[in-house]
C-alpha cells in the first residue's frame, strides 16, 4: 500500500500570501496524484488531477507539480475562501486508492 | 447538471447493516465508475470500494472485504454501498465519488453507529 505524508500539518498564511503544501509518496506512483480541498461540513472537491491538471472550474491560482514520490499543491495569493483542508490522493497499482493525512490551512 | 445525491442519515445498532445509495444524473451512469469513501471524525478520507457501473466488476478494501458490498442499478443510475456487521468504528461520512480521480462527489452520508 502506498503511504501519502503531507506537510505541514498545519499552515498559517494570510490572504495574499503564497501557499505550498507538500505531499511526498511511499514509493513512485507515476503523476497519478489529486489535490482535493475540504471546508467543514462539505464534501471534498477536486482541485488538481494527475499531478497538474486543473480541474473545471478552478481558478488559475492553484497549481500542481511533481512527479514520482514528491508532489506539490501551491495557491500563488490566497483568497479568503481558500483557508481549507487540503488532501493529496494517488491511484497507482490500486487497490487500495490512498490519501493523505491532510493539511489545515489556516488564516494567520 | 452532473451531481451525485445519496441517502440520508442513519442511525443503526452494532452488528446491523447500513445500505446507502448514490442516484447519478447529468452524465452517462455507465461511462464512469463509482468510488465509495468514509471519513470518520477527525480523520483523514479512507478509500472503501470501486465499481464498474458498466459491467458491475468491483474491487474491495482489503480492510472491509467481506464486510462491503457495493452493486449498482444501471437502469435507475443508481449504485449502493452495503456495509454489514456494524462496529462503533464504521461511524463516519460516507461519500460516493465519481471517476478514478473522484471529480464530482456526493453530499455525504452520516453513519451513526450506537446502542
Known amino acids: 500500500e502506498v503511504v501519502l505524508t503531507q506537510s505541514p500539518a498545519t499552515l498559517s498564511l494570510s490572504p495574499g500570501e503564497r501557499a505550498t503544501l507538500s505531499c511526498r509518496a511511499s514509493q513512485s506512483v507515476s503523476t497519478y496524484v489529486a489535490w482535493y480541498q475540504q471546508k467543514p461540513g462539505q464534501s471534498p472537491r477536486l482541485l488538481i488531477f494527475d499531478a497538474s491538471n486543473r480541474a473545471t472550474g478552478i481558478p488559475a491560482r492553484f497549481s500542481g507539480s511533481g512527479s514520482g514520490t514528491d508532489f506539490t499543491l501551491t495557491i500563488s495569493s490566497l483568497e479568503p475562501e481558500d483557508f481549507a483542508v487540503y488532501y493529496c490522493?494517488?491511484?497507482?497499482?490500486?487497490?487500495?486508492?490512498?490519501f493523505g493525512q491532510g493539511t489545515r490551512l489556516d488564516i494567520k | 447538471q452532473v451531481q451525485l445525491v445519496q441517502s440520508g442519515a442513519e442511525v443503526k445498532m452494532p452488528g446491523a447493516s447500513v445500505k446507502i445509495s448514490c442516484k447519478a444524473s447529468g452524465y452517462t451512469f455507465t461511462s464512469t465508475s463509482i468510488h465509495w469513501v468514509r471519513q470518520a471524525p477527525g480523520q483523514r478520507l479512507e478509500w472503501m470500494a470501486w465499481?464498474?457501473?458498466?459491467?458491475?466488476?468491483?474491487r474491495y478494501s482489503q480492510n472491509l472485504q467481506g464486510r462491503l458490498t457495493v452493486t449498482r442499478d444501471k437502469y435507475a443510475r443508481i449504485a449502493y454501498m452495503e456495509l454489514s456487521n456494524l462496529r462503533s468504528d464504521d461511524g463516519a461520512v460516507y461519500y460516493c465519488?465519481?471517476?478514478?480521480?473522484?471529480?464530482?462527489w456526493g453530499q455525504g452520508t452520516v453513519v451513526t453507529v450506537s446502542s
Open positions: 465519488a465519481r471517476q478514478d480521480f473522484f471529480d464530482i
Open positions: 490522493q494517488q491511484r497507482t497499482n490500486w487497490p487500495p486508492i490512498t
Open positions: 465499481i464498474n457501473t458498466g459491467n458491475g466488476d468491483t
